[in-house]
């Protein structure tokens, strides 16, 4: 029923609910604070408050624009969610080569996912994590599928990129995660703290031979989006254990600092300790 409404509509109620988070029953508001504090330490009181606002702001916005998504036809997906040097992994597909493409939840990932379907013009099999709620779990699916991307558990990713080599297509996944559950991490300093990351694209990458392209997510403006394919790894190069997962996560860390506002700051995302963990599984 809320995707029937336009979106300007939305973006109302959203704002509300986003300026009740930061003022009035504040969500998560100490982690919020201490997150961006040590990722920030030079931002001053009036900065770091401008700040937290407009993160509450755009995440409010952002789960609109996820609800909008349900009906949102491919023509408003496109104009919303420019696309900028997609001809690399295009090229390497168009040889029958599959490609792996990895982001973070900068922005708006949901949509992030529905403009790459709707533009690559090769299929696109995406990773993600299964929800525990089958209502939740099963709408989402409904919703990311809309323009034919395949949602595979990340589990299953590899053991179906195996099964299906033959088929030339796009593997999409978000991997700025904390590893809880992975036995292999790769601890790096990230955003001012130790941080481990998950080894999945480096590992898909190492035993796939995909090259692997990163893809940068800005905000251009309210509800305007645009895309970018970066070369992150390519199968002829040589790299050490680790160094593709370390590009990743510089690759992250500086999109963050270029728009602090839109990275999830009230997730849980350093729960886990170096000193109990080790430097690398």
């Known amino acids: 029923m809320l995707a029937t409404l336009p979106l300007s509509v939305l973006y109302g109620f959203a704002s509300l609910v986003g300026w009740l988070a930061f003022r009035v029953i504040p969500y998560r508001a100490q982690l919020v604070h201490n997150n961006l504090k040590l990722a920030f330490p030079e931002m001053d009181e009036k900065a770091l408050s401008r700040t937290k606002h407009d993160y509450y702001t755009g995440f409010a916005h952002m789960f609109m624009e996820i609800v909008k998504s349900a009906k949102m036809p491919a023509d408003e997906i496109r104009r919303r969610v420019r696309i900028v040097n997609i001809e690399g992994p295009r090229e390497l597909l168009a040889q029958g080569k599959s490609v792996l493409c990895v982001a973070a939840h900068q922005c708006n990932w949901e949509w992030m996912l529905l403009g790459f379907s709707l533009e690559l013009g090769y299929p696109v099999d995406a990773a993600y ?29 590899l053991p179906d990129i195996i099964k299906r080599r033959g088929i030339a297509r796009a593997v999409a996944m978000v991997a700025d995660q904390e590893p809880t559950t992975s036995e292999h991490k790769h ?23 995909l090259p692997v392209f990163f893809i940068a997510m800005r905000r251009v403006s309210r509800g305007i989006y645009e895309m970018a394919f970066e070369p992150l790894g390519m199968p002829e190069e040589k790299l050490q254990p680790g160094e593709l997962t370390e590009r990743y996560a510089r690759r992250v860390e500086r999109q963050i600092r270029d728009a602090p506002p839109d990275w999830p700051w009230s997730h849980k995302r350093w729960k886990l300790k170096k000193s109990v963990y080790g430097a690398r599984r």
Do not use: C, H, Q
């Open 129 to 157: 994590k299964p929800l525990v709620n089958a209502w939740a779990e099963r709408e989402m699916k409904t919703v990311r599928s809309r323009f034919g991307s395949r949602m595979i558990p990340a589990k299953e990713l």
């Open 187 to 209: 601890w790096t300093r990230f955003l001012g703290r130790d941080t481990a990351f998950y080894m999945g694209p480096e590992e898909i990458a190492r035993v796939t031979k």
